[in-house]
């Protein structure tokens, strides 16, 4: 709340709004919307450009799912892409781009890749014209524009700080025209992250939706002409999204209910509970690495890297129906369907 209520006195801020899932970041929250004026403040986005999350129907059914067969086939998407397969789906745009090596790759942190399964469904009309099938198994992807995102972000702090850009400067558009090609990195990255999980697992699979949770984009809000920050925050305005819960928690299929008071925005996640460092302390005398690598669900979790699965645990996330919950409370958010994790994938590696 601190930070939260800090970004309210930089300049040209005209309104910010914290989502269920707010938590501290590095100098500014996670979990937020921020609307200025004639300025904009890509500092506040940070690193992570087009981080989000893109949601996949896999041909493989439920009632033929061998859980022990699909970790093995899975094994790791650590290394590099084939660069063959990377040439074939780049746009020209992005072909001197000097971080094509990492696409396809998940990356650290929270970002992952699961399968889901279709729990609940509570709208099957709505579900029904997505496509969604509940007798198929669901691949949920977070990741985002990996290197990239972060060397554009360390550039613009190097330059310019944490001052912003007046909207009508050079510099402004210079930052928007990177923006807009870290944002095709990232969904482009996702896609690839999908394609290569389920070539791995001798599937196919269709897209159901892909959006971005770390952006800046141009918004009128209040007969205002101005700048829509997310941090950590999904559209409300783009069509249906997914916000997912720990890796030991449901996720839930949402139709946002687009609103000015909300920002148009919505949380995009479960939200920490707990920060990184505090976490091994916290759990290390009450639970083995392996019985992190279950969960109630039974549900599995593949990561060799012992600090994050610690870190990424599901005791260090809040609740996802108290996040639910309150959405729907604030009448900005109709639940449609929940899902539930079946395999949960982060990287392998202790540095990538």
């Given at each position: 709340?601190?930070?939260l ?12 709004v914290?989502m269920?899932?707010?938590h501290?970041?590095?100098?500014y929250?996670i979990?937020?919307?921020?609307f ?6 890509p500092a506040?986005?940070?690193g992570d450009?087009?981080c989000?999350?893109?949601?996949w129907q ?5 009632a033929?799912l061998?859980l022990n ?9 650590d290394?590099?892409?084939d ?6 789906n780049?746009p020209?745009?992005?072909?001197q781009?000097q ?6 790759t998940?990356?650290?942190?929270n970002h992952?890749?699961e399968f889901q399964?279709?729990?609940t469904l509570y709208?099957?009309e709505i579900?029904?014209?997505l496509?969604l099938n509940?007798?198929?198994?669901q691949?949920?992807v977070h ?6 995102g ?5 550039s ?6 944490h ?10 558009q210079?930052?928007l025209?990177?923006q807009q090609?870290?944002?095709?990195y ?5 896609q690839?992250i999908a394609?290569r999980?389920l ?6 699979g269709?897209?159901l939706?892909?959006?971005?949770h770390?952006?800046i984009?141009?918004k009128?809000i209040e007969?205002?002409?101005?700048w ?9 305005d783009?069509g249906?999204?997914?916000i997912p ?6 996720s ?7 609103t ?7 949380a ?6 707990w ?7 916290r ?5 083995t690495v392996d ?6 669900f039974?549900s ?9 699965i610690?870190?990424e ?6 609740s996802?129906e108290?996040v639910?919950d ?5 009448k900005?958010?109709?639940v449609l369907?929940?899902l539930?994790?079946v ?8 540095k990538?």
């Amino acid at each position: 709340m601190d930070q939260l209520k800090a970004i309210t006195k930089l300049p040209n801020i005209a309104k910010v709004v914290g989502m269920p899932d707010l938590h501290p970041g590095t100098g500014y929250p996670i979990g937020a919307a921020f609307f200025s004026t004639q300025r904009f403040y890509p500092a506040l986005i940070g690193g992570d450009i087009g981080c989000g999350m893109a949601f996949w129907q896999t041909d493989i059914t439920i009632a033929k799912l061998h859980l022990n067969k699909l970790e093995k086939r899975l094994g790791s998407i650590d290394l590099p892409l084939d660069e063959e397969i990377i040439e074939a789906n780049l746009p020209e745009q992005l072909r001197q781009n000097q971080f094509v090596s990492s696409l396809g790759t998940i990356g650290l942190g929270n970002h992952f890749a699961e399968f889901q399964q279709v729990d609940t469904l509570y709208e099957a009309e709505i579900t029904d014209q997505l496509g969604l099938n509940k007798k198929a198994l669901q691949l949920l992807v977070h990741s985002g524009s990996r290197g990239f995102g972060g060397t554009i972000g360390r550039s613009h702090v190097d330059q310019f700080g944490h001052h912003g850009l007046d909207d009508d400067t050079e510099y402004a558009q210079a930052y928007l025209t990177q923006q807009q090609l870290a944002l095709e990195y990232a969904t482009l990255n996702r896609q690839l992250i999908a394609q290569r999980i389920l070539s791995k697992v001798k599937a196919t699979g269709v897209p159901l939706l892909d959006l971005f949770h770390n952006f800046i984009e141009q918004k009128q809000i209040e007969g205002m002409n101005g700048w829509l920050h997310r941090k950590g925050a999904a559209p409300a305005d783009k069509g249906l999204a997914i916000i997912p819960g720990s890796r030991g928690d449901y996720s839930y299929l949402v139709q946002p209910i687009a609103t000015k008071d909300s920002l148009y925005s919505l949380a995009h996640g479960a939200g920490r509970k707990w920060i990184r460092t505090d976490c091994k302390g916290r759990l290390k005398n009450h639970y083995t690495v392996d019985q992190l690598t279950r969960s109630h669900f039974n549900s599995r979790f593949i990561c060799d890297n012992r600090e994050l699965i610690y870190e990424e645990a599901p005791q260090a996330y809040k609740s996802i129906e108290t996040v639910i919950d309150s959405l729907v409370q604030a009448k900005i958010i109709k639940v449609l369907a929940r899902l539930k994790p079946v395999l949960t994938y982060k990287t392998l590696k202790e540095k990538i």
